[in-house]
T-cell receptor, first 113, second 115 residues
Framework: AQSVTQPDIHITVSEGASLELRCNYS??????LFWYVQSPGQGLQLLLK??????LVQGIKGFEAEFKRSQSSFNLRKPSVHWSDAAEYFC???????????FGKGTRLSVIA | DAGVIQSPRHEVTEMGQEVTLRCKPI?????LFWYRQTMMRGLELLIY????????DSGMPEDRFSAKMPNASFSTLKIQPSEPRDSAVYFC?????????????FGSGTRLTVV
């Protein structure tokens, strides 16, 4: 069965610092990969997705993610974090077609001044 | 489009009562998903529909849970009888077959508290 691991439960970064959130997946082939963000009391919003092609994908709000097949990873990055980025971030994977998303447990991001 | 609409936003009920959560997907979306979010288990898929037909309900915890989609614009998730361990945030999401363009859109969720 496919699974998604987000090793970091909680990360704290200073405003203006760079950010990297880790995501590893377990699946034989190249899955479809996603990052979502959830602000407090809100639903999940899609940040970016990878299906194929260029392994570095750009998303909304200045986020990017890089797919590394050799490491089974899809880490999320942002060069300079803003206080408004404080939220919960979820990595998700699906096998393909219209199979449902499987989510990681999430990483909570706190931003300090 | 108003997005995926869920109601109610908050529900507090007593153990043993019936609870009905509602979802209106985005018009034109042919997939609908129900997820449950808890601290311990994260986001779990309960059931999903395609063109109003349930495709996979293996995530439904037990017979107390049931879901229906009588038409393309409405779905319900019912818990009867409710128990304190059902307390969670329940999300509905919808999608199209052409996910490359649209991806999933989530509703704002229903926070259920069973006391």
């Amino acid at each position: 069965a496919q699974s998604v691991t987000q090793p970091d439960i909680h990360i704290t970064v200073s405003e203006g610092a760079s950010l990297e959130l880790r995501c590893n997946y377990s699946y034989g082939a190249t899955p479809y990969l996603f990052w979502y963000v959830q602000s407090p009391g809100q639903g999940l919003q899609l940040l970016l997705k990878y299906f194929s092609g260029d392994t570095l994908v750009q998303g909304i709000k200045g986020f990017e993610a890089e797919f590394k097949r050799s490491q089974s990873s899809f880490n999320l990055r942002k060069p300079s974090v803003h206080w408004s980025d404080a939220a919960e971030y979820f990595c998700a994977v699906r096998k393909g077609g219209n199979t449902p998303l499987v989510f990681g447990k999430g990483t909570r991001l706190s931003v300090i001044a | 489009d108003a997005g995926v609409i869920q109601s109610p936003r908050h529900e507090v009920t007593e153990m043993g009562q019936e609870v009905t959560l509602r979802c209106k997907p985005i018009s034109g979306h042919d997939y609908l998903f129900w997820y449950r979010q808890t601290m311990m288990r994260g986001l779990e898929l309960l059931i999903y529909f395609n063109n109003n037909v349930p495709i996979d309900d293996s995530g439904m915890p037990e017979d107390r849970f049931s879901a229906k989609m009588p038409n393309a614009s409405f779905s319900t998730l019912k818990i009867q009888p409710s128990e304190p361990r059902d307390s969670a945030v329940y999300f509905c999401a919808s999608s199209t077959t052409y996910e490359e363009i649209y991806g999933y859109t989530f509703g704002s969720g229903t926070r259920l508290t069973v006391v």
